[in-house]
Structure formats: C-alpha cells, structure tokens
C-alpha cells in the first residue's frame, strides 16, 4: 500500500490528516508517519449524529494520537436535521480551520479507489458531464488524497498486518444513505457479472477522462480570454462563441459564470448552459436570462454576465453660467463659460438658441436630438432611436451623461454628437466644459 502513497512532494510541508477513527483515515496517518516521519497533525469533527458511537469515536481518535504524539484537533458539530452536504462542508471548514492553525501545507483525507469507483457510478446516474465522470481528483487545491490508487482491500490488510485497530462505523453497513447502496448493491452485480475488477477499471477510466477535461477546460481559457471584453461587465464575444465546437463554447460559458461569482459555487446544470447559448444562437439585443447567481444579457454582438441586475436610478444636475459643478457619477467638473481658453472636452453651442437652463443629466422619456442630411435639412429623432442605430447596449443607456436643453439633447458626450439645432455659427457662443481624469 505504501508504494501506492500519491502526492508526497506535496505532502513534506506538513499535513493535516481528517480522522475520523475509520479504516481509511487511521490507515492514512500510519502510512503518512512512515512516509513522511514529523510534520503529520490529525483533526476530528464529531457530527455527533450517532450518539454514544460518536462520542466512541472521539474517545478512540484521542487516545490514538496521544499514543503516537500526533497533535490533535477535534472539533464538535451538531445539526438540527442530518444531511450528507451539510457535514461535509462543515467538516472541511473545520479542516482548513485546523491547517491554518497547525501551519501545516494541506490537508490529507482518507478517499480510496473503491470511493472513486462509487462517486463515478453515482455522477454518472445524477446526469453529470465530463467533469463528474472524472471522479474524485487526487489533489483539489490543498486537499490530497494520498490513498486514491489504495482499494479498500488493500487497506484492510495494510492495518491487519501491522495489528492496527480501527473503529467500525456500523452504518456503512445498511443502505440508507445512496453511496452505501452504490457500494453494497451495485458493485456487486458489476463484479459478478460483467466485470470482476469492475471498480479497478472504473477508477482507470476516470483518470483518463481527468486528462481529457483538464485539456477541454485549457483550450476553453484560451478561447475565453480571445473572447472577453473589459469594463464594469464580464462580456463575451457572441460570434466567437458560435464559432466554438459546442464541447468548448459551454466551457467558455461555465468559465465566464466562474469569472463573475469568484468561483462561487452555484447549481449551474447543462440546460442552463444551453439556455445561454440559445441566447447567442437566436437571441435577440436586450433579451436576458436568469440563472442561479448570474444575469447573462445580450446586446447586439455580446453577451453580458452580470451577478445580480438592479435598474439604475439616474442623475440630473443643473449648470449654472460662470461657475462648477462637480458630477460625482462621471468624477468631472461641468463648468458653462463664455471663454472658449478652457482645458478639458469642450463643445461649443449657439447662445441665442438657448433659453431654458441646462442640465447635465441622464435621459428621461421624451429626450430627442436633431441632425443634418445630406442636403442640410435638419430632422429630429428620438434618443431612444440614435441609440439603437447606434447599438448602444441598453445597460448604457440610463447610465450615458446628457447636456440636455428641456427635452432637447444638446450632446451625447460618450458619443461626441452634438444636436444640429444647437450648432456654434457666427454669433455668441456658450462653451461647455467637462474637466476629469476621463476627460481631456
């Protein structure tokens, strides 16, 4: 079994051994002593959900590692109602808790090849891609799994040949729970009648298919960073998605989830990733959907990933002549002068086609903006249209600073128009200045 020991580089900065006073984990930190000599502390998480047998099992993990000198964690947690997600999540908090504390490199916990046979089987009937067929990987950040080429065979006689006890954990041995089913059942039937070494081969297999994902989700970062777009949004290219075989199109979108949660876990399944590249494929711009944790939205040629979505307000500041005011929502001075010797976006308009005051705000139902043709005419249009044909993605929209006169947009400053009424001629002229870091 020794011989068998994955990840001992890894290991030889010290460790933190999960035990739980089971087969596994007790034969772990026997192997890991003999492997690695010092460096090996040990934590336990009594769920106390088998009463007196996990106040046994505590008994037994302390006085095992007082006998072998092994500094001990053990830490208790109690839940209202048993489940499986909730006590391992908890027992791995406990876990890094325990590795911080002890200064150690990792934590070690006791998964063995049979485990991983079982997780396939199990992924594999829950519907999981590629990636839950892969079983159980030998290092995930700092966890290892030093004994995932070990069979439950070969530890049992590992401890029975060193005369090592063990505690008995007697609910393995019903089929309550769906992994003790997949073990005691299923296996079983596979081994007696299609393969003998059933578990072995599934283990393989999954390995295989682990250099595979690894490969998939490396071409799919490459084509996620050629397709991204930067800003306040995570957006991504919709025609380089299209133009991605399928296998790595919804790579790119699990990467781009990724990217805007931090890695958050959430319940994204396959038909949520096709539902987004529905909306690539036939989406229309300002179509959105929502998934768990994330908005994905489409203007025009891009895909947006949001975290949440909120509408946004909005602001309106007034412009006095011969004096500044400070937008806070743009960081700039918005200053009205008679003096074209400025510094910073300037734009000059016509004194005398200006009555009302003006007002440096965002648009509001009713804001139209003229332009010339080709023959000189001045025609209006509504905001809302230049936007469109602009392709202005609808998420700018509310946010766009406007020079507005009443409902008459003087100036779209992130587009540099200017209202064709408005125009500087030969007469007076009143200039607008924008003083900041994003304006000069």
Same mark, same amino acid.
């Given at each position: 079994?020794?011989?068998?020991?994955?990840?001992? *580089?890894?290991?030889?900065?010290?460790?933190?051994?999960?035990?739980?006073?089971?087969?596994?984990? +007790?034969?772990?930190?026997?192997?890991? %002593?003999?492997?690695?000599?010092?460096?090996?502390?040990?934590?336990?998480?009594?769920?106390? &959900?088998?009463?007196?047998?996990?106040?046994?099992?505590?008994?037994?993990?302390?006085?095992?590692?007082?006998? %072998?000198?092994?500094?001990?964690?053990?830490?208790?947690?109690?839940?209202?109602?048993?489940? /499986?997600?909730?006590?391992?999540?908890?027992?791995?908090?406990?876990?890094?808790?325990?590795?911080?504390?002890?200064?150690?490199?990792?934590?070690?916990?006791?998964?063995?090849?049979?485990?991983?046979?079982?997780?396939?089987? &199990?992924?594999?009937?829950?519907?999981?891609?590629?990636?839950? @067929?892969?079983?159980?990987?030998?290092?995930?950040?700092?966890? +290892?799994?030093?004994?995932? *080429?070990?069979?439950?065979?070969?530890? /049992?006689?590992? %401890?029975?040949?060193?005369?090592?006890?063990?505690?008995?954990?007697?609910?393995?041995?019903?089929?309550?729970?769906?992994?003790?089913?997949?073990?005691?059942?299923?296996?079983?039937?596979?081994?007696? /009648?299609?393969?003998?070494?059933?578990?072995? +081969?599934?283990?393989?297999?999954?390995?295989? @298919?682990?250099?595979?994902?690894?490969?998939?989700?490396? +071409?799919?970062?490459?084509?996620?960073? #050629?397709?991204?777009?930067?800003?306040?949004?995570?957006?991504?290219?919709?025609?380089? @998605?299209?133009?991605?075989?399928?296998?790595?199109?919804?790579?790119?979108?699990?990467?781009?989830?990724?990217?805007?949660?931090?890695?958050?876990?959430? *319940?994204?399944?396959?038909?949520?990733?096709?539902?987004?590249?529905?909306?690539? #494929?036939?989406?229309?711009?300002?179509?959105?959907?929502?998934?768990?944790?994330?908005?994905?939205?489409?203007?025009?040629?891009?895909?947006?990933?949001?975290?949440?979505?909120?509408?946004?307000?909005?602001?309106?500041?007034?412009?006095?002549?011969?004096?500044?005011?400070?937008?806070?929502?743009?960081?700039?001075?918005?200053?009205?002068?008679?003096?074209?010797?400025?510094?910073?976006?300037?734009?000059?308009?016509?004194?005398?086609?200006?009555?009302?005051?003006?007002? @440096? #705000?965002?648009?509001?139902?009713?804001?139209?903006?003229?332009?010339?043709?080709?023959?000189?005419?001045?025609?209006?249009?509504? %905001?809302?249209?230049?936007?469109? *044909?602009?392709?202005?993605?609808?998420?700018?929209?509310?946010? &766009?600073?406007?020079?507005?006169?009443?409902? $008459?947009?003087?100036?779209?400053?992130?587009?540099? #128009?200017?209202?064709?009424?408005?125009?500087? $001629?030969?007469?007076?002229?009143?200039?607008?200045?924008?003083?900041?870091?994003?304006?000069?």
């Amino acid at each position: 079994m020794i011989a068998k020991i994955r990840a001992v *580089d890894a290991l030889r900065c010290g460790v933190v051994v999960g035990l739980s006073g089971g087969a596994d984990s +007790v034969a772990l930190l026997f192997a890991l %002593l003999e492997v690695l000599g010092g460096g090996v502390y040990a934590v336990h998480v009594n769920h106390n &959900m088998r009463g007196e047998a996990s106040d046994g099992d505590e008994e037994f993990v302390r006085e095992l590692c007082g006998r %072998l000198g092994v500094p001990l964690k053990v830490v208790a947690v109690s839940f209202d109602r048993f489940s /499986e997600e909730a006590a391992r999540e908890a027992r791995y908090a406990a876990f890094e808790i325990t590795r911080v504390e002890f200064g150690a490199e990792c934590i070690a916990v006791g998964h063995n090849l049979d485990d991983n046979a079982e997780t396939v089987i &199990m992924n594999l009937c829950r519907g999981a891609g590629l990636k839950g @067929l892969c079983g159980i990987p030998a290092v995930n950040g700092r966890v +290892v799994r030093p004994l995932i *080429d070990v069979t439950r065979g070969e530890i /049992e006689e590992f %401890l029975l040949e060193k005369d090592i006890e063990y505690r008995h954990d007697t609910s393995n041995a019903g089929n309550d729970f769906t992994r003790n089913r997949v073990r005691n059942l299923v296996i079983p039937v596979l081994e007696r /009648e299609v393969n003998s070494s059933a578990r072995a +081969v599934i283990a393989k297999n999954a390995s295989g @298919l682990r250099d595979d994902e690894d490969y998939l989700h490396g +071409v799919a970062l490459e084509a996620f960073e #050629r397709g991204v777009s930067g800003g306040e949004r995570l957006g991504l290219c919709v025609w380089l @998605l299209l133009g991605l075989h399928v296998a790595i199109a919804g790579r790119v979108v699990r990467v781009a989830i990724s990217e805007v949660l931090g890695g958050a876990a959430v *319940d994204i399944s396959a038909a949520h990733v096709a539902d987004v590249l529905r909306l690539a #494929r036939e989406g229309h711009s300002g179509r959105r959907i929502c998934l768990p944790g994330v908005v994905v939205s489409r203007e025009y040629d891009v895909l947006f990933f949001s975290a949440d979505y909120e509408e946004y307000a909005g602001f309106s500041y007034a412009l006095a002549e011969d004096s500044s005011t400070f937008v806070s929502e743009i960081s700039a001075d918005v200053s009205i002068s008679y003096d074209e010797a400025r510094t910073g976006c300037t734009k000059a308009f016509s004194c005398d086609k200006i009555r009302e005051p003006l007002f @440096l #705000r965002t648009r509001l139902p009713g804001d139209r903006i003229s332009f010339k043709n080709k023959d000189g005419r001045v025609f209006t249009k509504k %905001l809302q249209d230049y936007f469109t *044909d602009e392709k202005i993605p609808k998420s700018e929209r509310d946010r &766009m600073p406007l020079l507005a006169h009443g409902s $008459d947009i003087l100036w779209v400053i992130a587009t540099g #128009r200017v209202n064709a009424r408005y125009e500087a $001629d030969a007469g007076e002229k009143l200039y607008i200045t924008l003083e900041g870091e994003n304006f000069e």
